[in-house]
């Protein structure tokens, strides 16, 4: 997307710009802002120091120049709020710039669930190759064990802490959530996933069925989207129905339950679909 000088001025303006030293964004410049919503990077900057936007519970976007090539420890330490990450080039002469939003959201899961492993090498972030090693890692995240990473705070050497982040159970449903709204963000990008990918996508998906329609339904402005994502993947089986048309029974998802109505009078012919009405 080509952006003008006064539309990147525009954007500068609307967002927090952190303070730059040397071309470099300081180690902890930003760490635990609990007001920032929007960050931008300007043009030029070459580092960003270790922690710079850690702990910003309410950051959702951040705008990146490619002219950053190195960055520090944790960046986005438990900035689980990100929703995109969006790098943009410059041709200063010209006064244009060009932001590469199309994998944006991809970025920011990749952030908060396997960090580098190459995925900030933005000298080849517009081409397969990138895409390449993103799946690689999301194959390789939802692989791992649930409990993976778990350290619960130990009170007088006693597991005994009273907070939910403390219990094991908790945790491992957490993951799942975090695994399923990556795999639905995957699934929402326009470069459609390989198909030896699908099928740990598929696998992983029908495994953790109850978890993903929970996160789905907890995504109350992008329901019905992330639920057609489902559909199209061909994750909807008949059995699936009646769970699905109960979950989605409130009255703010009534364009959900029209939907999986319409899927299965599709799908599944020869069902009186009037009998979903009486869920």
């Known amino acids: 997307m080509l952006i003008s000088k006064k539309q990147y001025e525009d954007r500068m303006n609307k967002s927090l710009i952190p303070d730059i030293s040397d071309g470099e964004v300081p180690k902890k410049a930003l760490l635990g802002n609990q007001k920032v919503d929007i960050i931008f990077v300007p043009y030029g900057v070459n580092r960003i120091g270790d922690w710079a936007f850690a702990h910003c519970v309410r950051l959702k976007e951040i705008w990146l120049p490619d002219t950053v090539k190195?960055?520090?420890?944790?960046?986005?330490?438990?900035?689980?709020?990100?929703?995109?990450?969006?790098?943009?080039?410059?041709?200063?002469?010209?006064?244009?710039?060009?932001?590469?939003?199309?994998?944006?959201?991809l970025?920011?899961?990749?952030?908060?669930?396997?960090?580098?492993?190459?995925?900030?090498?933005?000298?080849?972030?517009?081409?397969?190759?990138?895409?390449?090693?993103?799946?690689?890692?999301?194959?390789d995240y939802i692989d791992e064990a649930d409990e993976a990473g778990f350290n619960p705070f130990l009170a007088g050497g006693e597991e005994d802490y009273e907070?939910?982040?403390?219990?094991?159970?908790?945790?491992?449903k957490k993951q799942r959530e975090k695994k399923c709204g990556a795999?639905?963000?995957?699934?929402?990008?326009?470069?459609?996933?390989?198909?030896?990918?699908?099928?740990?996508?598929?696998?992983?998906?029908?495994?953790?069925?109850?978890?993903?329609?929970?996160y789905i339904l907890g995504k109350k402005h992008e329901s019905f989207n992330y639920l057609k994502i489902y559909a199209e993947h061909d994750f909807i089986k008949e059995a699936d129905i009646p769970y699905l048309l109960e979950a989605f029974s409130d009255e703010q998802y009534i364009d959900s339950k029209a939907y999986i109505i319409k899927y299965k009078e599709q799908n599944f012919a020869g069902k009186n679909i009037w009998d979903d009405f009486k869920l």
């Open 163 to 172: 907070d939910p982040e403390n219990d094991i159970d908790y945790y491992k």
């Open 183 to 214: 795999i639905l963000v995957r699934l929402k990008s326009e470069n459609v996933p390989a198909a030896y990918y699908m099928d740990v996508y598929k696998s992983y998906i029908a495994f953790h069925k109850e978890d993903t329609i929970m």
């Open 107 to 139: 970025l920011a899961i990749a952030v908060k669930c396997f960090e580098k492993s190459g995925i900030y090498d933005f000298s080849n972030i517009s081409d397969d190759s990138w895409l390449d090693r993103f799946d690689a890692n999301l194959t």
């Open 70 to 105: 190195d960055f520090g420890k944790e960046v986005f330490l438990d900035d689980m709020a990100l929703e995109k990450i969006v790098v943009y080039s410059g041709q200063e002469k010209e006064q244009m710039y060009y932001a590469n939003e199309d994998i944006s959201e």
